[in-house]
């Protein structure tokens, strides 16, 4: 597919550095019309490479096909790291909870480093099962190549934004990136109220997602509000503006609803990562050139912390 090819409505946008900073420009101006536009995009030649995505997805397949038991072992704590059961998240505005479950890891800070020590919130080590010891390497190495592929983008959505491509770098010195695996049962056709996740907007600032071949995954179109499918494309990931880059572009960049009803017959896997900065980053919509902000200032960390204690529900009995 040529660049700039629109697929469903979404466009595929081409990462490819053919050298001389003349695609940086490309990118950020395709990326500039699918923010504003759809709010949804694909990319291709990412730079995450198969062999690590297809690593990522064996071992935490293998991870949540484990006894509830074993799994248990790792359950989700304070900081967000380990493993979701189903039905522990409601997104908002949703009568039940979605079918899925995911294991969250983020950046891998030891308990005695100052940021911990400090008491900052979401910060901590990763938690790994001892059943699937595969499962630590493969999903660092997925953190870790998706991180980076997020830090490019973002040098692009700066340009897109009339930023200097380097505005955001300094606001992920520590990234809160949080990447989780996350696993579908399939949902029975006459279903008509259950949701792999129910209608939501993200809450971070950018969303990159590995979906596999299943499908399930709706858009909701900004102008006619109907549902569009973003179907698996091979060799590309989909991303997507949330909240928080919404606040801090103040609208110039909106979130878009989106829901996953896995109606393939079999399980459903995908790895969404929701790349987001620092959690002291001030989220200033003046800084990025508002002259009206149509928000106060926040804080990321403050931001996340709010739309997690809607969501979940370890948050609330904690
Ligand atoms: O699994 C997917 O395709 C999307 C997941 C999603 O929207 C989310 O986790 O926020
Ligand atoms: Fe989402």
Redesign the pocket.
């Known amino acids: 597919m040529p660049d700039g090819a629109v697929q469903q409505g979404l466009p595929v946008i081409d990462l490819a550095d053919r050298g001389g900073g003349a695609d940086l420009h490309r990118v950020a101006a395709e990326i500039r019309a699918a923010c504003t536009g759809p709010g949804f995009f694909y990319i291709r030649n990412h730079g995450v490479p198969e062999a690590v995505i297809a690593a990522a997805v064996a071992a935490s397949r293998r991870f949540f096909l484990l006894p509830e038991a074993v799994k248990v072992e790792t359950r989700a704590n304070l900081v967000h790291r380990g493993w979701h059961r189903a039905g522990g998240a409601v997104m908002e505005g949703a009568t039940k909870p979605d079918l ?1 479950e ?1 294991f969250s890891i983020g950046l891998d800070l030891p308990e005695d480093h100052p940021l911990v020590l400090a008491g900052e919130k979401l910060r901590g080590p990763n938690q790994w099962p001892a059943a699937v010891p595969e499962l630590r390497p493969a999903m660092e190495a997925y953190f870790a190549a998706i991180g980076a592929c997020g830090a490019r983008l973002l040098r692009a959505v700066a340009i897109s934004l009339d930023l200097p491509a380097g505005f955001f770098d300094p606001f992920y010195g520590l990234p809160l990136q949080r990447t ?1 695996a ?1 696993f ?1 049962p399939p949902q029975p056709a006459d279903d008509t109220e259950g949701f ?2 129910a209608p ?1 907007t ?1 809450f971070g600032c950018i ?1 990159l ?1 590995w ?1 596999d071949d299943s499908g ?2 709706e858009v909701r179109e900004r102008q006619s509000g109907a549902w569009i499918p ?1 179907p698996p494309l091979p060799g590309t990931l ?1 991303v997507n503006v949330g909240d928080l880059l919404g606040r801090w572009s103040n609208n110039r960049f909106a979130s878009t609803p ?3 009803v896995n109606r393939s017959g079999h399980e ?1 896997m ?1 790895i ?1 990562t ?1 790349y987001d900065p620092d959690f002291a980053a001030p989220i200033d919509p003046r800084a990025l050139g508002a002259a009206q902000p149509a928000y106060e200032p926040t804080t990321c960390g403050d931001h996340i912390l709010g739309r997690f204690a809607q969501a979940f529900a370890y948050r609330k009995s904690a």
Do not use: E, M, P
Request: aromatic share 14%; net charge positive; charged share 15%.
């Open positions: 899925k995911f989780q996350i579908y792999g996740v939501h993200d969303t997602l979906q399930g995954l973003a989909v989106h829901r996953v459903r995908s969404a929701f």
